[in-house]
Nanobody
Framework: VQLVESGGGLVQPGGSLRLSCAAS????????MNWYRQTPGNQRGLLAT???????NYANSVKGRFTISRDNAKNMVYLQMNDLKPEDTAVYYC?????????WGQGTQVTVSS
């Protein structure tokens, strides 16, 4: 199983980024997919989930600004991030979960700064 994130980078406050996560080696459509983020010295925090059935949930800190979506035909999950703030600066991780199975990507850095 491999999860590979992309799309991170430097963006100004108020800007947007779209993160992508490419999954391989798994029955992608059967997994719940998640986006987390982590800042130095802190634990990874769950931002958004999309279930195998397409139900979405968000952390309060990103609700209304971030949107998670998936394309089962392409084995991809996305995180559209709008109205970015400096406090959104972190390493963003994609994860896949199904029952006792859990997989992580390597992370992609997002920096929000003027």
């Amino acid at each position: 199983v491999q999860l590979v994130e992309s799309g991170g980078g430097l963006v100004q406050p108020g800007g947007s980024l779209r993160l992508s996560c490419a999954a391989s080696g798994m029955s992608f459509s059967t997994y719940n997919m998640n986006w987390y983020r982590q800042t130095p010295g802190n634990q990874r925090g769950l931002l958004a989930t999309i279930t195998s059935g397409g139900t979405t949930n968000y952390a309060n800190s990103v609700k209304g600004r971030f949107t998670i979506s998936r394309d089962n035909a392409k084995n991809m999950v996305y995180l559209q991030m709008n109205d970015l703030k400096p406090e959104d600066t972190a390493v963003y991780y994609c994860s896949a979960r199904r029952l006792m199975d859990s997989y992580w990507g390597q992370g992609t850095q997002v920096t929000v700064s003027s």
